[in-house]
């Protein structure tokens, strides 16, 4: 990277996982682009999907929130939730607002660029694909199943993924954006359903096979009851490899903190269990580790926003390790 640019930066993914590594990154001087899965089909997206056959909103609205400079008032309403009890349940007013940009401009990608401006926000949000894609799964059995949620509850025995149509074609801006990264972070997020999609777009698989960025991979906190069972850090990153028939993974950054006994003794309760950091079995398949305490406070398993960008800035630049003042967003509040 030459002297004094700033970095550019491509964060793929989904979730929950890639808005808190958003959130962070935007305090450092780097030119960001968040490349969101459109494969959901639970919940308000679903719904919305579902009856207005617009593409789920909501991964990259939660992008474009974490990504924000606009007021506080505007990100809390982009966020609000609306009550049981109303036929609105379950929508977010983001999503809604998307949704109907959507329909009013006939372009779900003209919808982000519009709200993108309403919030100000550092860098860009662009969604993996403009086609309407499924994501579908071939189990070890060989029955196929289709749909977000499904392949959700089966992950570890997946053989295949794959979206449907197989050949969506991604953003010219987002390949742009590929072609021109000093890195690309991929994750964290729930491996087989935020991840993976995105990279499964062909364009976008190619631009990060070939080209010369350092890929980055962040992994999971806590494995996922039905999706990553048991799942080491090793075995997250053998899945893309496999998944993806390459090796595209240079760093992956793991976490080397156990939650709270309260906090763990919760998650597992519900199956999921910390991911074990296995830095031999990485290094042997040739990949670079960096092991951090990553952990936000809080009642949540959650990547502390200002420490995971502190640690991915200091893998694309050291000098990024010097001390620097963090923003509230920055540092989870």
């Keep these: 990277m030459p002297l004094g640019r700033r970095p550019r930066i491509v964060a793929i993914g989904g979730g929950t996982g890639l808005s808190t590594l958003l959130r962070g990154l935007k305090a450092y001087p780097a030119d960001i682009t968040a490349i969101v899965t459109v494969s959901d089909d639970g919940g308000s997206s679903g719904r919305l999907r579902g009856q207005l056959g617009v593409p789920p909103p909501g991964d990259v609205r939660n992008c474009l929130v974490a990504l924000a400079e606009a ?9 609000y939730r609306f009550p049981s ?31 993108s401006g309403v919030l100000k926000i550092r860098g860009q949000v662009l969604p993996a694909t403009r086609d309407p894609v499924v994501l579908g799964a071939v189990l070890d059995d060989g029955t196929v199943v289709r749909g977000e949620t499904a392949v959700t ?89 496999d998944q993806l028939e390459a090796r595209m993974v240079d760093v992956a950054v793991v976490n080397s903190q156990l939650p709270r006994p309260g906090v763990l003794a919760r998650y597992r309760e519900q199956g999921a269990e910390p991911v074990l950091p296995d830095l031999e079995r990485l290094r042997a398949m040739k990949v670079r580790v960096v092991k951090r305490r990553l952990l936000d406070r809080g009642a949540w398993v959650r ?9 991915v800035m200091g893998i694309i630049d050291p000098a990024y390790l010097r001390p620097t003042p963090l923003t509230p967003d920055a540092r989870g509040q």
């Design 85 to 115: 009890g109303s036929e609105l349940e379950g929508h977010s007013l983001g999503n809604l607002l998307l949704a109907a940009l959507t329909q009013l401009t006939g372009d779900f990608e003209q919808a982000v660029a519009l709200c």
């Design 303 to 311: 990547h502390h926003p200002g420490l995971l960008a502190r640690v």
């Design 71 to 79: 007021e506080p008032l505007m990100q809390q309403l982009f966020q």
């Design 153 to 241: 509850a089966c992950g570890p025995r997946a053989r295949r993924l794959f979206l449907e149509p197989p050949d969506p074609e991604p953003l010219p801006q987002a390949l742009e954006a590929l072609e021109q990264a000093d890195a690309v972070v991929m994750g964290p997020g729930s491996l087989y359903t935020s991840v993976i999609p995105p990279l499964l777009v062909p364009g976008v698989r190619r631009h990060l096979c070939q080209g010369r960025h350092l890929r980055i991979y962040v992994c999971n906190l806590m494995t996922q009851p039905g999706e990553t069972d048991g799942y080491t850090a090793s075995r997250h990153v053998e899945v893309l490899f």
